[in-house]
């Protein structure tokens, strides 16, 4: 069975603070995917990154990085120089096999609240 | 469309009563999933589509919820005899489809369903 756990339930910070969100996971499948998605108050989840369990690259996209490391089996993502509008829930989500339609299902963790303070 | 949508938005209903919410995916998409948010539970997945074909429903809760899709597009989530406890925010995504797990589901305004 597959399992995400963000150990973190509530961060809060200062606006231009930097903020490590922690995902660890669970899965027996050797190829999985792993994905951050953000929801904002207005309650829409957001696509921010995909991942596969084959590239364990770090990856930046403006204030945004991940570290994916598959000897700890974590995902965590950190958020450079926090604004106002980071201010959602974020989650981290688990998916198997690639060619398995039936597994395509995400997982996810319970979420992260996170409160950037001006 | 733009995106993934649903309707309504919110529904109040009585326990007892049925409910349908409806989930128009993103234009061309022809994977499409449900899950549920509620505060005990978090995020849970119920029922996938692949076309108007649903090969995996392990998440539906009990035999009182229900789902289809037609013409590989419009899917329509049904609970019948409303408990409290149904009290969530239904949440409908889509994927291209399929290539399975790694397609990115994008996910619409989800319905937030009160059982009074």
Known sequence: AQKVTQAQTEISVVEKEDVTLDCVYETRDTTYYLFWYKQPPSGELVFLIRRNSFDEQNEISGRY?????????????????????????????????????????LTFGKGITLSVRP | GAGVSQSPSNKVTEKGKDVELRCDPISGHTA????????????????????????DKSGLPSDRFSAERTGGSVSTLTIQRTQQEDSAVYLCASSLGGR?????????????????
């Open chain 1, 65 to 105: 990085s991940w570290n994916f490391q598959k000897s700890t089996s974590s995902f965590n993502f950190t958020i450079t120089a926090s604004q106002v509008v980071d201010s959602a829930v974020y989650f981290c989500a688990l998916s198997g096999p690639t060619f398995t339609g039936a597994n395509s299902k």
């Open chain 2, 32 to 55: 499409l999933y449900w899950y549920r948010q509620s505060l005990g539970q978090g995020l849970e997945f119920l029922i996938y589509f692949q076309g108007n074909s649903a090969p």
């Open chain 2, 100 to 116: 399975g797990a790694q397609e990115t589901q994008y996910f619409g305004p989800g319905t937030r369903l009160l059982v009074l």
